[in-house]
Nanobody, 125 residues
Framework: VQLQASGGGLVQPGGSLRLSCAAS????????IGWFRQAPGKEREGVSC???????VYADSVKGRFTVSRDNVKKKVYLQMNSLKPEDTADYYC????????????????????WGQGTQVTVSS
């Protein structure tokens, strides 16, 4: 199982970024992918997740601003981030727990054994 996150960068407040998570070594179609972030000095927190059949869940802090989507043909999951705020600054990670993910919660980061490397997002003027 391999995941590779990309797309981070420096953006001004109010700007947008799209993160990508490329999956390999497993059949993406059957499993949920979670997006997590970790700011300096803070614990890793859940941002969003998408189940195998496209059900999406968002943290309250990003609802209405972030959109998660998946393209099983391209074996990628995306996180479109709009109206970015300085408090969104963090390293962003994609992960999978190899579950379909039909619940209303993404679960704890500790439930996810497979992680990609982080991609850094900095929101600053």
């Amino acid at each position: 199982v391999q995941l590779q996150a990309s797309g981070g960068g420096l953006v001004q407040p109010g700007g947008s970024l799209r993160l990508s998570c490329a999956a390999s070594g497993f059949t993406l179609d059957y499993y949920r992918i979670g997006w997590f972030r970790q700011a300096p000095g803070k614990e890793r927190e859940g941002v969003s997740c998408i189940s195998s059949d496209g059900i999406t869940v968002y943290a309250d802090s990003v609802k209405g601003r972030f959109t998660v989507s998946r393209d099983n043909v391209k074996k990628k999951v995306y996180l479109q981030m709009n109206s970015l705020k300085p408090e969104d600054t963090a390293d962003y990670y994609c992960a999978t727990d190899l579950k379909a993910g039909y619940g209303s919660s993404c679960g704890s980061p500790y439930e996810y054994p497979y992680w990609g490397q982080g991609t850094q997002v900095t929101v600053s003027s």
